[in-house]
């Protein structure tokens, strides 16, 4: 029972806070907790678990204040939760479909639970009840709930609700002990009068202390994040080179690597601007994104935006040439040239590169042949300070849900497995975070 909220307990609130039993929140005037700042909260992908008890019903309140404050919640019943609220008013506030079956085909189909266990960046189970306090304590799976929580690698936060004996009980206590060891934290409960008529602590902790809690931690972690603080600016998808109104020079790049670069930089706390080629992707929330379309677009968006930037990632596959003239109307047949003139575009990469005051700088280098060779070759020609080379071909690299990477740099090397392309934007990310830390400090 020795929870200890880090969040800022601000004027009377604080004195109130010195003279409070110190595992309670009760005491909390409900306005002051209102007003505290739940702006961590922003853009966070929170799976909220409710199992039985009288308190489910504060579940919603929670759903609507995580909400509120910007998160994306999904909601996981468990057959008792159920009992008490039903998960058409979770799906209303949530606005999002909810789960309360692990065996449950349809939803399968969806959002596989595997999925959900993999999508979710916080856990909170509130109310959480004694049984599933045990079953969370002893590694148990046997639903829905238990299997997410054990599936996922999200911190786990439980807000305990239910009788004060039961709470009190050396089981119970010996369970929390278990859980706080392995880093969940315990929300509550708060003291005060129970369900039954009687008294004593057992109380779910207010949803607005709880939302207010998640925040902290969400504030915090970004900050502690490896990347926090950190700007970080990348380029993505392909652009286009007109030849007329209706016809453009491509490639087929789908920037989907660039846009789970953005979220894995997001992830690990910076602040992300995303210059995107003409894609099909929705923004990674929080990222701050220009759409360009050419060459020269991209290019004079990249230059002003990397002034602000610590890193730079150039993920995008910028059209190496531009038709020499662009016709201002479509072309007819007859009017078609048998040659289509070129002429060569800036090369981005290598002009932020070149700048006094540069950023961090990281290319990819789509390779056919002679990885290694042609890769290392560009991380010299370019002045880069990391290179991530794939291989590309018909169904490699380029357009796929999936990718591997050998990364270079000076003095060192990596090779980064086949994986989902965010999979594997995370682990680039982490590489990235720890060659710029020991360049930034000159190690
Ligand atoms: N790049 C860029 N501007 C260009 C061309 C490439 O910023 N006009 C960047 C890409 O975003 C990538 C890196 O340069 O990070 C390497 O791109 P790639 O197409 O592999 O290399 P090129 O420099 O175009 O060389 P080549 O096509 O001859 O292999």
Request: proline letters at 5%; aromatic letters at 4%; a neutral charge.
């Amino acid at each position: 029972m020795a929870w200890k909220p880090s969040i800022d307990l601000r004027g009377p609130l604080r004195q109130r806070r010195a003279n409070a039993n110190p595992v309670s929140l009760h005491h909390f005037l409900p306005s002051a907790v209102a007003d505290m700042d739940l702006q961590g909260l922003q853009h966070r992908r929170i799976l909220l678990g409710v199992s039985g008890g009288i308190a489910a019903y504060k579940a919603c309140e929670l759903t609507r204040r995580l909400r509120e404050a910007g998160a994306e919640v999904r909601v996981a019943l468990t057959a008792n939760a159920a009992r008490f609220v039903t998960p058409l008013t979770f799906q209303a506030l949530s606005g999002q479909p909810v789960r309360a079956d692990l065996w449950d085909e349809a939803a399968e189909m969806g959002m596989g639970h595997l999925e959900l266990a993999r999508w979710a960046q916080r856990i909170v189970i509130a109310p959480a009840s004694a049984d599933v306090i045990a079953k969370l304590a002893h590694g148990f799976a046997d639903d829905l709930l238990t299997t997410l929580c054990l599936a996922s690698e999200a911190p786990l936060a439980i807000a305990p609700a239910m009788n004060h004996r039961m709470w009190r009980h050396p089981a119970t206590q010996a369970n929390i002990a278990t859980l706080r060891t392995r880093g969940v934290a315990i929300l509550g409960p708060e003291d005060g009068p129970l369900a039954e008529g009687e008294s004593g602590p057992g109380r779910l902790m207010e949803p607005q202390a709880i939302a207010a809690v998640l925040a902290q931690q969400e504030s915090t972690a970004r900050a502690n994040g490896r990347l926090g603080g950190v700007r970080v600016l990348i380029d993505a998808g392909p652009t286009y080179e007109d030849i007329d109104p209706v016809r453009f020079l491509g490639n087929r790049s789908s920037g989907r690597m660039g846009f789970a670069m953005a979220q894995a930089a997001l992830d690990a706390g910076a602040q992300v601007t995303l210059v995107a080629g003409p894609v099909h992707l929705s923004t990674p929330p929080g990222a701050a994104r220009i759409d360009v379309r050419s060459a020269r677009e991209m290019r004079e968006a990249v230059v002003a935006a990397a002034v602000e930037a610590d890193i730079f990632i150039a993920t995008a596959a910028v059209a190496d040439w531009r038709p020499q003239q662009a016709s201002a109307h479509k072309l007819k047949k007859g009017q078609a040239a048998d040659t289509l003139s070129l002429i060569e575009n800036p090369d981005i990469l290598a002009e932020v590169a070149a700048r006094a005051n540069r950023p961090f700088v990281v290319g990819f280098a789509a390779e056919t042949k002679d990885l290694e060779r042609n890769a290392r070759e560009k991380l010299a020609r370019k002045k880069l300070d990391v290179i991530a080379a794939n291989e590309v071909g018909a169904d490699r690299g380029i357009d796929t849900d999936d990718n591997a990477l050998h990364l270079y740099w000076n003095g060192g090397q990596q090779m980064l497995a086949r994986a989902p392309k965010p999979q594997l934007a995370s682990a680039l990310i982490d590489r990235i975070a720890t060659l710029y830390a020991s360049r930034r400090d000159g190690r």
